[in-house]
């Protein structure tokens, strides 16, 4: 009863294809002309005009993460592997030399 009801609220607005592989549905379907079954035929006709055609439509990158993306990454670019070592490399050497156990600002280097 409410998987009826919840198929019922969700019929027109739902992505998925009508049911037409449940057993019900193919025990009503013993002919392969849609005449035959105008109820189930025109359901899926509906819902398949309402499907949005043709590739999706360009959106601009809004985060920093998408346009890094596309400014680099989609193109195939070296860039990122040079941000990536500049990065790396003040990074390593902060920690190396900081936070290694020898560094202390107050006492002498052993």
Known sequence: ???????????????????????KEIGRL???????HPQLFSAMKNFYAAVP???APKTAATTL?????????KKDSFVPVL????VMVPLSYY????KGGHYH??????
């Open 53 to 55: 055609k043709g590739p």
């Open 30 to 36: 013993q002919s392969a002309h849609p005449q035959a």
């Open 65 to 73: 993460r998408d346009r890094y993306y596309e400014a680099y990454i």
């Open 95 to 98: 920690l190396a030399y900081f």
């Open 1 to 23: 009863m409410a998987s009826q009801l919840v198929f019922r609220r969700f019929k027109s607005t739902s992505i998925m294809p009508p049911q037409v592989s449940s057993l």
């Open 83 to 86: 941000h990536f070592l500049g």
């Open 105 to 110: 600002p107050s006492t002498e280097f052993h």
